[in-house]
């Protein structure tokens, strides 16, 4: 796969693109990672392609729902804050960050592009089965006494996490529409770098034309796919730790993918090749897009590896 100049890609990034150490959470560490995150970043706008990126923020808004939580167990005058708000925080957050390190790597090469956080809403249906099973752990480890004292007082749904305590859980249902994607599409139509639906977007019910903020997680990945859709992007690059897609893996068997098909994909999920808490999700919402408009790509590769996976030499490709 050769990817034409002037092409529209959603950039997914990935974790280790915010924090190199992830025992390292500090504004600090993440502002000298986005830094050299930048530097990839740069190279495919300074190849002619359009970007849209997109980002987790799993260990982001953990922390600050842990400080929240904290500050009340502390001083109940203090309110924990709802996680839709939390979200949000989280983005505008990760997007200071990665807008500074862009903006420093494009000036330094001389490219005169503007780029733009949009704090981005992402609908979800009321009626989506993972609201029956909330699975997605945030914020703090409570006592089985203070757990039970939250699920009376707040509602929340807790659970015993590994031994550790208990923490409370949210549902993490598919995303349906992004509210500000018209705003996405005038910017990047004008050429501007947009950061969008970061750590999946806020989760938002429409209840007859009003959005109602919901305690819910969105895979980012999902969120990246659905906004590709929208926009209609020739291509989702999702970012990882690996440089390519494997089966068997870490075992004497490991065979990595550079091309594959849905069908072919769709055996390997079936024979459980890959992890549900990580590749798994990465493939699926890059079936998803794939399967969404003829003639659409996606690519699975690391932060260090885009450029040369956009070029056809490494990378796992996925086609219809």
């Not at 704090?119 to 409570?142: C, L, R, W, Y």
């Not at 977007?201 to 305690?215: A, K």
Request: charged content about 20%.
């Amino acid at each position: 796969m050769v990817v034409q100049q002037k092409s529209r890609i959603v950039l997914a990034l990935g974790g280790n693109a915010l924090q190199a150490d992830p025992k390292d959470i500090s504004a600090e560490a993440q502002m000298k990672t986005s830094m050299e995150t930048s530097k990839s970043i740069v190279d495919l706008i300074e190849a002619g392609h359009e970007l849209i990126l997109a980002h987790g923020n799993g260990p982001q808004v953990g922390q600050i729902v842990a400080t929240y939580e904290s500050a009340n167990l502390v001083n109940n005058a203090l309110p924990v804050m709802p996680f839709p708000e939390c979200g949000a925080m989280s983005q505008g957050y990760i997007g200071y960050h990665l807008q500074q390190a862009i903006r420093e790597e494009l000036v330094n090469r001389n490219i005169d592009k503007s780029v733009a956080t949009i704090i981005t809403q992402v609908v979800v249906d009321e009626k989506d089965e993972a609201f029956k099973n909330p699975t997605k752990p945030v914020g703090s480890f409570f006592t089985e006494e203070e757990a039970q004292k939250l699920i009376e007082e707040k509602g929340y749904t807790m659970k015993e996490d590994s031994g550790r305590g208990w923490r409370r859980v949210v549902a993490s249902p598919v995303p349906v529409d992004v509210v500000e994607a018209p705003i996405v599409k005038t910017l990047v139509d004008a050429g501007h770098v947009v950061i969008t639906v970061g750590g999946g977007g806020v989760p938002v019910i429409n209840r007859d034309g009003v959005l109602v903020g919901t305690p819910a997680v969105i895979d980012k990945d999902f969120a990246s796919g659905k906004i590709a859709e929208i926009l209609n992007a020739d291509f989702l690059v999702i970012l990882t730790a690996v440089e390519k897609v494997s089966i068997n893996f870490n075992t004497p068997q490991q065979k990595d993918l550079s091309e594959v098909t849905i069908s072919e994909l769709k055996r390997y999920i079936e024979e459980g090749h890959f992890a549900p808490g990580s590749m798994l999700p990465k493939v699926k919402a890059a079936m998803k897009f794939v399967q969404s408009k003829p003639g659409r790509r996606a690519l699975i590769t690391s932060l260090e590896k885009a450029k040369e996976g956009l070029a056809g030499q490494t990378g796992t490709v996925i086609v219809g």
